[in-house]
Nanobody
């Protein structure tokens, strides 16, 4: 069974920074893309950022562009999200996800493997 484990969440003041990490455990797998999604209370899970290992490109939600940076190691399936200039509206549980098939990279349904999430809380 493939598992993804996130870390790095916490409480930070508006304008601050956090770096999230994601690493796999369990059986080995080969992902062609990995991404970060977030879910706030009472809201649907939404796309934050993703990286396509095959094409070597990144994609960001408009809310993340210019403030967040996604990067990682395709050989190890490790993923990071550097979040700067955080805002209270960034408060959510952040989930790491990995895709070994195909599908729209901004859609949660394209990703087969998920982590339990790490809480990010930004105070005003």
């Amino acid at each position: 069974q493939v598992q993804l484990v996130e870390s790095g969440g916490g409480l930070v003041q508006a304008g601050g920074s956090l770096k999230l990490s994601c690493a796999p455990s369990g059986r080995t797998f080969s992902a062609n893309a990995m991404g970060w999604f977030r879910q706030a209370p009472g809201k649907e899970r939404e796309f934050v950022a993703a990286i396509n290992w095959i094409g070597g490109w990144e994609d960001y939600a408009s809310s993340a562009k210019g403030r967040f940076t996604i990067f990682g190691d395709s050989a190890k399936n490790t993923l990071y999200l550097q979040m700067d200039s955080l805002k209270p509206e960034d408060t959510a549980v952040y989930h790491c996800a990995a895709r070994d098939g195909w599908g729209y990279i901004r859609s949660p349904s394209a990703f087969a493997y998920w982590g339990q999430g790490t809480q990010v809380t930004v105070s005003s």
